[in-house]
């Protein structure tokens, strides 16, 4: 599975994860106008300073080993499922920023295997975005419940 088919299953999966952001709405493109809206994808927060800033919102996974019923993402559904590598998310926040078409990273994430290593590829794509790219834009990352305490320490 190719990086931008991971991105459709994964930023679609994105749009049920409730926040304090906007999710955009669905707007064909119709006469031949320019652009379309999506529900998924880009979505909206706000910074201190009162600005809209847009970000890319997306899973790390939604292969999840839990099956809470209300969640579109449980084991017993019939989805199509996709996992990042730490590094295609941070190659794909680094290129959207580039191009100018968002101002930070909204990642959340199902529970892959176990919540601590969920929790640890995460960190590791902070890690790649901070570090290697020394990205300094905003980052809204999931904590995953039941990980260690220590992993949380080290997303600060
Ligand atoms: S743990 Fe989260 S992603 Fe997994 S099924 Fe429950 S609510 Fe959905």
């Known amino acids: 599975m190719d990086i931008f088919e991971k991105l459709e299953i994964l930023s ?15 707007r064909k493109n119709v006469n031949n106008g320019i652009g379309n809206g999506n ?23 939604n292969a999840c080993i839990y099956d809470c019923k209300y969640c579109i993402n ?13 590094q295609e998310i941070a ?16 990642l959340s994430s199902a529970v892959i295997k176990n919540p601590d290593y969920t ?16 990205f300094n834009g905003y980052i809204h990352c999931k904590t995953i419940p039941g990980c260690n305490k220590e992993l949380i320490n080290k997303l600060r």
Not at 12 to 26: I, M, P, R, V, W
Not at 46 to 55: F, M, N, T, V
Not at 92 to 100: C, D, E, G, Q
């Open 12 to 26: 679609d999966a994105a749009k049920y994860d409730a926040s304090c952001s906007s999710s955009g709405s669905k």
């Open 91 to 106: 190659d794909l926040t680094i290129n959207f920023y580039k191009r100018n078409y968002i101002e930070g990273l909204f």
């Open 74 to 86: 449980r084991r017993s559904n019939n989805v199509r499922r996709a996992t990042f590598a730490p």
């Open 119 to 134: 929790m640890e590829l995460l960190i590791k794509t902070i890690s790649i975005l901070r570090n290697k790219y020394n």
């Open 39 to 61: 529900f998924s994808g880009i979505c909206h927060s706000w910074g201190a300073d009162g600005r809209c800033i847009s970000l890319l919102k997306i899973l790390f996974t």
